[in-house]
């Protein structure tokens, strides 16, 4: 069975982003870019169903700019055995990364499609459900732990107030929430031979997809500021306020 | 022009976050109808025929639509979504693992997570965690949507009498199953809903602590408890009480983060409460910059005590 992975390039978590004097968007020039943090765990989970087994080899694919061959190089490190770089300049948005991975289901044929729940630039929180309406596949979302077996999955979701599971027929699409598992510290050795491992690039229109964007960003402002309060010296003092400033107790 | 609310329901009562989102739904313009979708769920629309605004509930019954299955759910939607303008869902767990297959099969794009409604095509919503507010404009025919909930308020759960009328069930899917849930069961308020939320952090130290000193001040406000990132993360508490950007976005009346440090992740899901209290000992955490009353104190000894005095 092939898993494919796909893999987004975003800005690192650990970096906060400014918007633009102008109101077009967010800098995103000269800032630290990275694989999105919930597609890592994505790659850890395949590579580790192929080390167990179930899987027979691990696809990443990324949809985007040219630097997105850095992001599947360290989804190769991490355990990919090969890598997919959609191309184009174009903004993507969910639901033409959903036409094009769908495209790519069609001619990998894998067994799983497992990928972050959401992306931590646009928060969007739709290829995964999307692409698995386009290709008429069942879905598990914001899995905490999946099992495959007999044609299978078992996952296990994160919904609100609890947990709850779902048996998937395969192939099917699992989208990862962050306590699936701990993806592992890349190695030196890993990301050389990352390095030679087979990178085939398309272009939207190889596969036939029109990737036009449906949705406009009019305009991208800082979000209203709270000011910061005051500091109560004891726990007596904050009571009062709470009772008699703010009426909220 | 005429908005469509999928509601979030037990099959029994309507959750609170469909209140909010008929509320979106009236902003963009039209009649408000809601979609009630589940087994045995005649009390659940009766409850949605009574929210103020809504003209038209539509219940579909079948033991496919019993656990909220996606394939299912979205189907029942995509056979009637031809006569709505928008197709709203709240930005629940439930919501956004239907929505986008509904967008999806209508070719159309969907604007997640909206926070206001500018105009019928025109909407707010935050990307970045938080960090920025997009306004975006969608060109599509349909407007599939996600609400946010705690950017509108709720919608009056009485005083409507909207016509309840039965719909097809559509077949199963087969494609999904449901095998089971492990629902926390607790008298507190669930946290999206509740007024007085206490949240604990890292500083907690073990999840015997976090239960000893945040449990008892719940108890005492009559509050639900939510937890940081990184409290959970630890196993201090369990991952549906975590308050953030990829957690639950919440906004009671009186929010108190104790031991929390504001890594930015939380702070975007908790900044629109009304009035926010921080304990905490290092008087350079990023929580006092939007706390209205900080206290620099030791949690262990503050908050019993604070406990205790209330």
Known sequence: MKILVPVKRVVDYNVKVRVKSDNSGVDIANVKMSMNPFDEIAVEEAVRLKEKGVATEVIAVSCGVAQCQETLRTAMAIGADRGILVETTEELQPLAVAKLLKALVDKEQPGLVILGKQAIDDDCNQTGQMLAALADLPQATFASKVEVADGKANVTREIDGGLETLAVSLPAVVTTDLRLNEPRYVTLPNIMKAKKKQLDTFKPEDLGVDVAPRIKTLKVMEPAKRSAGIKVPDVATLVDKLKNVAKVI | ?310
Request: aromatic share 4%; net charge negative; proline share 4%.
């Open chain 2, 1 to 310: 022009m005429t908005a469509l609310v999928i509601a979030e329901h037990d099959n029994a009562s309507i959750k609170g976050a469909t209140l909010n989102t008929v509320t979106a739904a009236a902003a963009c313009g039209g009649d408000v109808h809601v979609l009630v979708a589940g087994h045995n769920a005649a009390a659940a629309a009766q409850a949605a025929a009574h929210i103020a605004g809504v003209a038209k509930v539509i219940h579909a019954d079948s033991e496919a639509l019993a656990h909220g299955l996606a394939e299912n759910v979205a189907a029942q939607v995509l056979a009637i979504a031809g006569n709505y303008s928008h197709i709203l869902f709240p930005a629940t767990a439930g919501g956004k693992n239907v929505a986008p297959r509904v967008a999806a099969k209508l070719d159309v794009g969907q604007i997640s997570d909206i926070t206001k409604v500018d105009s019928p095509d025109t909407f707010e919503r935050p990307i970045y965690a938080g960090n920025a507010i997009a306004t975006v404009q969608s060109a599509d025919a349909t407007k599939v949507i996600t609400v946010r909930t705690t950017g509108f308020d709720a919608a009056a759960a009485s005083g409507g009498a909207a016509t309840v009328e039965s719909a097809a069930a559509q077949a199963d899917s087969g494609k999904s199953s449901y095998v089971g849930s492990e629902i926390a069961k607790s008298d507190r308020p669930e946290l999206t809903a509740a007024k007085i939320i206490v949240s604990g952090g890292r500083a907690l130290g073990s999840s015997e602590k976090f239960n000893e000193v945040m449990t008892p001040l719940a108890d005492k406000l009559g509050a639900a408890i939510g937890a940081s990132r990184a409290a959970v993360d630890a196993g201090y508490a369990p991952n549906d009480l975590q308050v953030g950007q990829t957690g639950k976005i919440v906004a009671p009346q009186l929010y108190v983060a104790c031991g929390i440090s504001g890594a930015i992740q939380h702070l975007a899901g908790m900044k629109d409460s009304k009035v926010i209290v921080a304990i905490n000992k290092d008087p350079e955490a990023p929580i006092f910059s939007v706390a209205d009353f900080g206290l620099e104190a030791d949690l262990f000894a503050a908050v019993p005590e604070l406990t205790s005095s209330l």
